[in-house]
C-alpha cells in the first residue's frame, strides 16, 4: 500500500467515524426504519476529519508528517489539467461518505478555490435530479466539508481533496430513488467535466441530497 493511498484511507475511515458517532447521537437510521430524522441534520461533536479540527479516535496516518503532497502525475490529463479520482464510498447507520482527489498532472501551476461541480447520473448516464448542497449542513455535521472554500494552489503532481456525504434514508412508501452509479464532476463550475464510476454505487434512498467540501490541502 502506498503512502498516498493510506492517507486517503485515513480521510475516509475518519469520515466513517464520524458517522458512527452521528447514528449514536440518532442522526442516522437504525436498522429496518424507514423514517427520516427530524429537521434532517446530523451531529459529530465526538471524531472529526483529519485536518478538520477538534479530536478524532480514528487513526492517525503514521507517514502524515512526512508525506509529500505529491503524486506521480496519471496516465493521461485533462485539458483544464486537474484530475479528479473518487475513493470507495464508507458507510455507517445510513450516513455514507468518499473522499475526492484532485491532481495537478498538468505543467503549470494551478489555484482553485471553491467546491468540486456535481452531477449524479444513474445506470443509463442520465442525471439524477439530486439537490448539491455546499457544506452538507442538513446531512452530517462534519468539520472538513463545513469549511470556508480558501485558495488551494497546486504545482504540478500535487493533489487536493474533498469529500461528498449522503444518507440511505427512505421516507416514501414508494421507496427509494434510483442509485447514482457514476459522478460527473468538474473541479470548478465551468470547467471540463469527468466521469468517475462510484463502487457500490450511490444509495441516496429517497433524500435526494447530496453534499459536498471544498477543496484544501492534505494533512
Given at each position: 500500500?502506498?503512502?498516498?493511498?493510506?492517507?486517503?484511507?485515513?480521510?475516509?475511515?475518519?469520515?466513517l467515524?464520524?458517522a458512527?458517532?452521528?447514528?449514536?447521537?440518532?442522526?442516522?437510521?437504525?436498522?429496518?426504519?424507514?423514517?427520516r430524522?427530524?429537521?434532517g441534520?446530523?451531529s459529530s461533536?465526538?471524531p472529526?476529519?483529519?485536518?478538520?479540527?477538534?479530536?478524532?479516535?480514528?487513526?492517525?496516518?503514521r507517514?502524515?508528517?512526512?508525506?509529500?503532497?505529491t503524486?506521480?502525475?496519471p496516465?493521461g490529463?485533462?485539458e483544464s489539467?486537474?484530475?479528479?479520482?473518487?475513493?470507495?464510498p464508507e458507510?455507517?447507520?445510513?450516513l455514507?461518505?468518499?473522499?475526492l482527489?484532485?491532481?495537478?498532472?498538468?505543467?503549470?501551476t494551478?489555484t482553485v478555490?471553491g467546491?468540486?461541480a456535481?452531477?449524479?447520473l444513474?445506470a443509463?448516464?442520465t442525471?439524477?435530479?439530486?439537490?448539491?448542497?455546499?457544506?452538507?449542513?442538513?446531512?452530517?455535521?462534519?468539520?472538513t466539508?463545513r469549511?470556508?472554500?480558501?485558495?488551494?494552489?497546486?504545482?504540478?503532481?500535487e493533489r487536493a481533496?474533498?469529500?461528498v456525504a449522503?444518507r440511505?434514508?427512505?421516507?416514501?412508501?414508494?421507496?427509494?430513488?434510483?442509485?447514482?452509479?457514476?459522478?460527473d464532476?468538474?473541479?470548478?463550475?465551468?470547467q471540463?467535466?469527468?466521469?468517475?464510476?462510484?463502487?457500490?454505487?450511490?444509495?441516496?434512498?429517497?433524500?435526494?441530497?447530496?453534499?459536498?467540501?471544498?477543496?484544501?490541502t492534505?494533512g
Amino acid at each position: 500500500m502506498t503512502t498516498g493511498r493510506r492517507g486517503r484511507w485515513a480521510w475516509g475511515y475518519g469520515l466513517l467515524m464520524a458517522a458512527v458517532v452521528v447514528g449514536v447521537n440518532g442522526c442516522a437510521d437504525q436498522p429496518g426504519s424507514r423514517t427520516r430524522n427530524a429537521g434532517g441534520t446530523g451531529s459529530s461533536s465526538g471524531p472529526t476529519l483529519p485536518g478538520g479540527g477538534g479530536t478524532s479516535s480514528a487513526p492517525k496516518d503514521r507517514d502524515a508528517s512526512t508525506k509529500s503532497n505529491t503524486e506521480a502525475p496519471p496516465v493521461g490529463c485533462p485539458e483544464s489539467g486537474l484530475r479528479i479520482t473518487a475513493e470507495e464510498p464508507e458507510a455507517a447507520m445510513g450516513l455514507r461518505a468518499m473522499g475526492l482527489t484532485m491532481v495537478n498532472c498538468g505543467d503549470t501551476t494551478r489555484t482553485v478555490t471553491g467546491y468540486p461541480a456535481i452531477r449524479v447520473l444513474g445506470a443509463d448516464e442520465t442525471e439524477l435530479d439530486v439537490a448539491i448542497e455546499p457544506g452538507a449542513a442538513s446531512i452530517a455535521t462534519i468539520d472538513t466539508l463545513r469549511a470556508e472554500p480558501r485558495p488551494v494552489t497546486l504545482r504540478p503532481g500535487e493533489r487536493a481533496i474533498s469529500g461528498v456525504a449522503w444518507r440511505n434514508t427512505v421516507t416514501s412508501a414508494a421507496g427509494a430513488d434510483p442509485s447514482g452509479h457514476e459522478l460527473d464532476v468538474a473541479p470548478l463550475p465551468g470547467q471540463d467535466r469527468q466521469r468517475i464510476p462510484i463502487p457500490g454505487g450511490i444509495d441516496l434512498g429517497d433524500t435526494r441530497r447530496l453534499g459536498v467540501g471544498p477543496w484544501r490541502t492534505p494533512g
